[in-house]
């Protein structure tokens, strides 16, 4: 993939002639097709294209929680076939922060309690993790919604405390997939304000998956892929060709 | 995270319901159902426990308590002179057909005690005194036959009379016993008032009655008196556990009451671990977020047997809880049996953390199998 980026930024993710195959056979599907791929600390790489071309596959492969048939991948300088099912596992917790599409937040448990999970996994102390997750969510606006369920809140806040939840550890890589899929146009415009106000740093990647080009303007480049390879990388001040 | 994993246990609170509610009736189910049945095969050594003396001599043909061959009375003498015995007297035990004032009959265990020394007399009186039955015709009743002759209209008290054969029998006494299989009242009296209001029959002696000398171990006197031949002796114990096992073997009662309890565990197994099993199975879009986000299978295995154990702990408190209470009501009736002893606590208790350790060892291996990715689908 040819990155028009800041080559002086070390590498977050880096995958080089990497291959996915579902199924076996007949039905055999080739997802990913000898990707190549890196993104950079500091940046936020958005990788767009259309249903079933193989973002998805990419995202879960490039943060550990998928395996490949061949090539390779690392994060931060590690390569991921070297490391166990428990060394990735624990790898992921403490380096990757994650925001779904669906959320994903637990529904019995409060927005506080979502939020301190990564640290609790990470073996912060119950108080020490919920006060820094009261501090974060008071960050993201969120500070009268601390003892609050999920299913109380709305899409947006909901959002919010997953954006929490993903950053509450300080990962060097967030993934997102589709943050902003199942929000309406302001809502989602707003999630992408906090998230480059709050995730983006220079020692941190931030990649998103998404098919809402309304948020393209947010990134700092665009990978398009289609039928499972990288088509092009576009730019800052290149991304308005991809609005269509 | 454990505190968390409870959250989401009582989270979702119909299935929790339904977990808590299917181990209950599991447990309830299991540990009545036992302890109807120990009551019930307590029920058929009652003679043995009313008639507290260490060692028993039979017929050698005999094999528990209720079954009676008749002996000689020169095997009393026979069994005196062991070496080792203290003291050896006779007991005839049979029943008979009693006849009420109303002309009704009722079946009773007569139970014949030696006159001179009042061996085998009953532990507990309620009123009268047990002396008395030396006095002519004296027969002490039980708690039973108050409750049996009462039911036909029959104030049974001091002073009261009833015939035994043709023959009078007045109630000197009443006693409290415990109660037997057959569930026929016990009416003590003189071993030879006994023979009296017995049928004329050739041999009469049902059991001798024996004292080891201090000096001399059971099992040792056991071995000698067996070693006369034509008699069996017991000890107390040995012959209350000979005489369980005997309806065990040759009754339908283990099969009837095991069939229940297998019901039970059949029953808390499905619906325990459909349950579980469904809580998980919704729950894995979540369990597969807490994986992605570096919760290790040690982490998510814990989670998940502290919520199969939760549901256990609590269900098998409810169901025995309800199967004591249920124990309390009837012990204060006197029946149905229940006799609750802790092997069956322990019993219950195994059943309910093999079924819930089967549960969540079924939603774990989904967890196993479910790839941190599926998050992203």
Request: proline content about 4%; overall charge positive; aromatic content about 8%.
């Amino acid at each position: 993939m040819s990155a028009p980026t800041e080559s002086h930024q070390p590498l977050a993710v880096h995958t080089a002639a990497l291959v996915k195959n579902y199924g076996r056979g007949d039905n055999l599907v080739q997802a990913l097709k000898s990707v190549d791929f890196e993104a950079r600390c500091g940046e936020l790489l958005m990788i767009v294209g259309p249903s079933g071309c193989g973002k998805t596959t990419l995202l879960s492969v490039i943060c550990g929680t998928l395996g490949y048939d061949s090539g390779s991948a690392a994060i931060f300088g590690r390569d991921l076939a070297s490391m166990s099912s428990a060394q990735l596992t624990a790898f992921r917790g403490r380096n990757v922060g994650f925001i779904f599409q669906q959320f994903n937040l637990i529904p019995s448990w409060t927005a506080l309690e979502n939020v301190s999970v990564p640290l609790l996994l990470n073996g912060v102390g119950r108080a020490k993790a919920e006060k820094a997750s009261a501090a974060l969510l008071a960050e993201v606006g969120l500070q009268d919604k601390l003892k609050v369920r999920p299913g109380q809140l709305s899409g947006g806040q909901q959002q919010r405390v997953a954006i929490a939840r993903a950053i509450v550890h300080e990962p060097r890589l967030l993934i997102c997939d589709e943050p902003t899929a199942a929000l309406d146009a302001a809502s989602g415009r707003k999630v992408l304000e906090l998230l480059k106000q709050r995730a983006c740093r220079p020692d941190r990647c931030v990649i998103i998956v998404t098919h809402d080009s309304r948020i393209f303007s947010f990134a700092d480049r665009i990978a398009e892929m289609e039928d499972g390879q990288i088509k092009a990388v576009h730019g800052t001040g290149d991304t308005q060709k991809l609005y269509v | 995270m454990l505190r968390l994993a409870l959250k989401m246990l009582y989270g979702d609170r119909a299935k929790y319901m339904m977990l808590v509610c299917g181990l209950s009736f599991c447990a309830l189910l299991m540990s009545q159902q036992i302890s109807v049945f120990c009551g019930l095969l307590l029920w058929t050594n009652a003679t043995v426990r009313n008639i507290r003396v260490p060692v028993w001599v039979a017929d050698a043909k005999v094999e528990q308590v209720n079954e009676v061959v008749p002996m000689r009375e020169i095997e009393v003498q026979r069994v005196r002179s062991v070496s080792g015995v203290e003291w050896a007297v006779p007991l005839y035990w049979s029943l008979l057909q009693t006849r009420l004032p109303d002309g009704t009959f009722q079946a009773v265990q007569l139970t014949g005690i030696d006159s001179a020394t009042l061996v085998g007399r009953p532990t507990k009186m309620r009123a009268g005194n047990v002396e008395d039955l030396r006095l002519p015709n004296a027969v002490i009743v039980d708690q039973v036959a108050i409750a049996k002759f009462a039911k036909r209209g029959i104030a049974l008290k001091l002073g009261s009379t009833f015939e035994i054969n043709d023959k009078e029998a007045r109630v000197v006494g009443i006693c409290e016993t415990e109660r037997s299989f057959l569930g026929q009242p016990y009416v003590f009296t003189t071993y030879s008032r006994a023979l009296e209001y017995s049928p004329p029959q050739r041999k009469l002696l049902s059991f001798v009655l024996v004292q080891p000398k201090p000096s001399v171990s059971i099992p040792e006197l056991l071995a000698r008196i067996s070693a006369m031949g034509g008699l069996r002796a017991f000890s107390s114990d040995q012959l209350k556990w000979d005489t369980f096992m005997w309806y065990v073997k040759n009754t339908g009662i283990p099969i009837s009451f095991g069939t229940v309890v297998i019901l039970g565990i059949v029953v808390g197994i499905a619906i325990a671990g459909q349950t579980f099993y469904l809580f998980v199975h919704e729950n894995l879009r979540f369990m597969a977020a807490l994986k992605a986000m570096g919760a290790g299978f040690g982490t998510l295995a814990q989670m998940v047997f502290l919520q199969a154990f939760t549901v256990g702990f609590t269900g098998y408190g409810i169901g025995v809880g309800i199967a004591a209470l249920f124990g309390n009501a009837v012990l204060k009736k006197g029946e149905p049996p229940f006799y609750m002893p802790w092997q069956v606590l322990v019993f219950t208790g195994v059943i309910i953390l093999l079924i819930c350790c089967l549960s969540a060892f079924v939603g774990l291996l989904k967890i196993a199998r479910t790839e941190a990715a599926m998050v992203f689908k």
